[in-house]
Structures are given as C-alpha cells and as structure tokens.
C-alpha cells in the first residue's frame, strides 16, 4: 500500500479514529493490529522475515539480559549469531544478484565457471529500516543500555509499526517503545499538526520530487544530447527530488505519528544548507547516520586495534593528521556501509568511496583552508562566506547523487564532466532549452513557484521559526487560507499517475 | 581538569570549556574531534575509554569528562 494512495489515506484515517476510540490498554494492540495489516497488504511471505528478525532479536535480547553488564564474554556470543542470522538474511536477498553478478565474470577471466544462477526475489518491504532497527535494540542491549523487553508481542510492535515501516526513520527502542504504552487522550493540536506535516509532505512528495523526476528520468538517460548547462540543471533537479522525496515521505511518516500522539526522531535538518560534508551527513538520513556514528564508527575508532593505531600515530605525525588517523579508515568503511545499505549496485559503492575521500581529504585539509582563508582575511561567519561554503557543499553533494541515480557511474562522472564544462553551455538559450527537458511552460512554473516556497520555509525553519507554532497564531480566515491552498495545491498540481495513485518514494525500494 | 582544557583547547580551541555544558548535543564537538578527545585522554590518564561510554552526558562539558575519567582510573587500578 503506498503512502500516496487513496487506500492509504482511509487505512490511516480508520486507524487513527480506532486509536482515539479504544480504551489506552488496548491502544498498542490496535497499533500491532494495523502494523501487521498494513505489513499483509504487501504479501503474506514477507511476513516471514519480519516475524523471523522479531522473533531471533526479542529471544536473543532475553538470553543476554540473563547476564551482568560485565559478562560480555557470553552476550558477545549471542550477538554475534544474532548478527549473522539478520544481517545474513538482509544480506542473501538484497546482494546475492549483484555478488552472482559480478562473481561470475571474475572467475571467467581465471577460467573457471561457476555460474552462480540469478534468483527473482521480492525484498521484504521496509527490511533494511526494520533490520538497522532491531539490530540497533540487540547492540545497545549487548551494552547493557536498558533491560531487554520481555514481551513479545510489545517488542512486535517495535520492529513493525507501521507508519516507519517503508522508510524509517529507524528509531532507538528506548525513544519510540515507551510512546507506544504511554496515555495518549485526544488532542485537537497534535492531529491538526499531525495532519499539517502530512500535508507539507504530500506536497514535497507529489508537486515538487514527482514533477522533478519528469525532467530527471528524461535527461539522465540521453544526457549527452543535451547542453552542460542543461545537464547541470538535471543534476540540480535530481538533488532536490531526492530530497523533496524522501523528506516528503518522511513528514507524512512523522506527521501520521504525531496525529496519534507519538514523536519519532528528526531524520532531515535542512541538509542542504549544510556548511560542510559532515554536517551534512549530520542533517540528512540522521537516523541512519547516528545508527552508523554509534554501532559501526565508535566501536572501531575504539578497537585495540585502533587505539594502537592511535597511539602511533600521534608519535609519528604531530598535530590535527596524527590525531585524526585512526578516524580515516572508519570512515571509509561507515560511508562504504552508508552506500550500500541504499542498494547492491557499482553506483552505491561509488557514493560511499565518494563521501570518505571528500570527508577525509576534507580533514586533511582542514589546516591548509584555515591558513588560506587567515591570509585571505575572510573571517569564520561572514555571510558570504557562508553562502560560498553552502554551495559549495551542495555542489559536492549533487556530483555524489549523480553517480547513483546515472545509468552508469561513468555516465555519472561523464554528466559531471559535461555540467561543469563552460565550453559546452549555452546560457542564453536555456530558458527556450529547458522547455524541451520533459516539462512545457506551465509544469516549469509551476515546479519553479514549489521549490521557491519549498526554500522560503526551509530559510524561515533554518532561521528558528516554528512553522505550525506560527499559523497557528493567525487569524481563523488567514489559517483556513494557507490549508484550503495547501490542499489545492496538492490536488491540482500533484503528479498522478494511473488510477490517481502518485510515484513510488525512491526510499521505499531500499 | 587543566590537563583536560588544554586537551580540548589543543583539539578545538576559541570554545568556553569551563562553562559549557552541552559540548556534544549542540554539535560544538564533532564524533571525529570526540574520538580524537578520547585518544588523548587515555595517552594522559592511562585509561581505557570504551564503546560503552560513549554516551553525550559523559563528553558534554569537560566536567563530565573529569568524572569520566576519574571513574574509571577508579575501576581501572
């Protein structure tokens, strides 16, 4: 059931009645109920492997409360086969056709062949974002950061509720499980805000990323017909969709939430006016981020093995580098994870090798910017500056994303190549020429007018202005005013596709 | 706890660390400048900081670092 369907809006408003209308005992059972309802509604055996990963994490995180926080000898055991069993899992269905792939021809240059077979499969939905989420819960329980839950069908509820289910965000337990036993009584603010973030969602998701993705798909293909600047205003367009997309997606998630009394974590904070490449990966996917930063980057930055690194390091190269090495290969390893969590492609593992080299380069680095920008006299928070650095940033992240969404990565650094090639645009032409990339005059004004409204909010939100908070203090004609035209908006100039069902979120397929 | 600011004054100086309070969640200190922190740390003090402690309330203000590392020169005799 997608999110932008008919169906889904009178699921979600059955459910959130019900929720309102059961007594506060039953109201998680009503939230399990519907989660596995939502959860069938895609098939019954994907069922499976839900069930699977619910069952081994809830028995596994019991077997480990059993032992003292010090006993980690027996609960790294347990982990690790845990590990094994969902991380395998993840692993056979969403990477064995790339491995089968690319395994055969390798072993072909050698002679032998060992003709791995392809096989069809369905990947479960959401189970990258319910496997980070479970196996996030067995880690922290590992490090005895809470008590294990002891009922089954509570820790089900957990790893499927149903609103994050498609595209997280991936929560921490001690966050999200309290929230759902908590006493939520009606509250006309919280469904009204709730209903406001939806709202705001759709019209990312259906006015702005699906009418983006009209030029994009017609550009990315035949990308060497095309002028540079063109190419650059599709890559451009691509960097905004994605994020329209999936930002969009997740305002509904939080927004559907929120209308039953349930905070889920922030998973966007205006990345792109992020200054830097890091902060960047601070404000985009944080859920994903953070669950790398704390089970993946920490544990190896403090390995033995890093912490000898460390102390040679800082013998042999004095200052920010001898510092900063052991963080180097964590790093590569989080941004390689990062990448490929997206998907088994050449393009996804670019991205991740991509975002470490500019990320470790940028450190490297660092001393060398600040001396330059000393003797240039250009002051930290001067506002152009400032603006520089945001392009910058965002220069460098458009180039990343075309890597993944080109046909190929070499089609990707070709599309960079021709984008940024002076020679080959043609400015005084492209207000004529950007007519002939898949949008006529009116889609193109439409698209423009969104995405300014779209950078207007997301200036005032960087600015600390609480959107809700502040229509809410208008007048009643004034407030009516912005949600009748917010509505329209999404009516009218939502991209419908058949049967008045909008395009599929690119994070779904991850 | 002098020992500790010139540790931080080294790795990200023009920062209030006596009054500070929230070095980590108001994103004043990066995970790279942490584990940085932390590599220092234990070359000074002869301790091991592991994943365990790497929670923000032990690294949010160089108060909470001292305690840090006096617990665990403590557990670790």
């Known amino acids: 059931m997608s999110f932008v369907s008919g169906q889904f809006l009178l699921f979600v408003a059955v459910v959130v009645v019900l929720f309102y209308l059961v007594p506060q005992k039953y109201k998680w059972v009503l939230l399990l109920v519907a989660s596995y309802s939502f959860y069938l509604f895609g098939g019954v055996k994907p069922v499976i492997f839900i069930l699977l990963s619910t069952f081994s994490t809830f028995g596994a995180g019991l077997m480990m409360g059993r032992y003292e926080k010090k006993q980690k000898k027996e609960k790294r055991r347990i982990l690790i086969l845990l590990l094994l069993l969902n991380f395998g899992i993840l692993l056979l269905l969403k990477y064995y056709n790339f491995f089968a792939e690319n395994i055969d021809p390798l072993f072909r240059t050698f002679e032998y062949d060992i003709s791995m077979p392809l096989v069809n499969i369905m990947l479960p939905l959401g189970i990258s974002f319910y496997t980070f989420q479970a196996m996030g819960y067995a880690i922290d329980i590992y490090r005895g950061k809470y008590e294990p839950e002891t009922n089954l069908a509570h820790f089900a509820l957990f790893v499927s509720f149903f609103p994050?289910?498609?595209?997280?965000?991936?929560?921490?337990?001690?966050?999200?499980?309290?929230?759902?036993?908590?006493?939520?009584?009606?509250?006309?603010?919280?469904?009204?805000?709730?209903?406001?973030?939806?709202?705001?969602?759709?019209?990312?998701?259906?006015?702005?990323?699906?009418?983006m993705a009209i030029l994009v798909d017609t550009v990315f293909p035949y990308y060497y017909g095309y002028d540079g600047d063109q190419v650059f205003v599709a890559m451009f367009c691509y960097a905004i969709q994605i994020y329209a997309d999936f930002s969009g997606g997740i305002d509904i998630t939080r927004g559907l939430a929120g209308a039953m009394g349930i905070e889920l974590v922030q998973n966007f904070q205006r990345p792109y006016f992020a200054i830097t490449v890091p902060e960047y990966w601070r404000r985009w996917h944080m859920s994903l981020t953070n669950w790398m930063r704390d089970y993946v980057f920490f544990p190896l930055t403090l390995s033995k093995m890093s912490n000898k690194l460390g102390r040679w390091s800082r013998k042999k190269f004095k200052g920010v580098v001898g510092r900063q090495i052991p963080s180097y290969l964590p790093t590569f390893i989080v941004f390689f994870l990062i990448g490929v969590w997206h998907g088994a492609s050449w393009g996804?593992?670019?991205?991740?090798?991509?975002?470490?080299?500019?990320?470790?380069?940028?450190?490297?680095l660092k001393p060398l910017f600040e001396t330059v920008n000393k003797k240039l006299g250009i002051k930290?928070?001067?506002?152009?500056?400032?603006?520089?650095?945001?392009?910058?940033?965002?220069?460098?992240?458009?180039?990343?994303?075309?890597?993944?969404?080109?046909?190929?990565?070499?089609?990707?650094?070709?599309m960079t190549l021709i984008a940024f090639d002076p020679a080959r645009w043609d400015i005084p032409h492209l207000p004529w020429n950007m007519v002939g990339m898949g949008l006529g005059k009116n889609q193109m004004l439409v698209l423009m007018i969104s995405c300014i409204i779209f950078f207007f909010v997301s200036f005032l939100q960087e600015n600390g202005l609480q959107m809700r908070e502040t229509i809410s203090g208008q007048r009643t004609r004034v407030r009516w005013t912005i949600y009748l035209l917010g509505i329209a908006a999404v009516l009218i100039f939502g991209i419908y596709g058949p049967g008045y069902t909008a395009g599929e979120f690119i994070y779904r397929n991850f | 706890m002098e020992k500790i600011i010139e540790i931080l004054n080294d790795i990200k100086p023009n920062v209030d660390y006596s009054n500070e309070k929230k070095l980590v969640d108001d994103e004043i200190l990066d995970s790279f400048e942490v584990v940085a922190i932390i590599g220092e740390l234990s070359e000074a003090f002869g301790i091991e900081i592991t994943v365990d402690e790497m929670v923000p309330e032990n690294f949010n203000s160089a108060e909470a670092m001292e305690t840090l590392v006096k617990r665990l020169l403590e557990e670790q005799k």
């Open chain 1, 348 to 364: 996804y593992i670019a991205f991740g090798f991509y975002n470490g080299t500019v990320i470790v380069l940028g450190m490297m």
């Open chain 1, 380 to 414: 930290e928070g001067n506002t152009l500056f400032k603006i520089w650095q945001i392009i910058r940033t965002f220069l460098i992240m458009m180039v990343g994303k075309t890597l993944v969404r080109a046909v190929s990565v070499k089609d990707g650094i070709l």
């Open chain 1, 164 to 211: 994050q289910i498609m595209q997280g965000p991936i929560s921490r337990y001690n966050q999200l499980a309290p929230q759902f036993f908590a006493e939520h009584r009606f509250e006309y603010k919280k469904v009204k805000f709730g209903i406001q973030l939806m709202l705001w969602g759709f019209f990312k998701k259906m006015v702005i990323a699906d009418r």
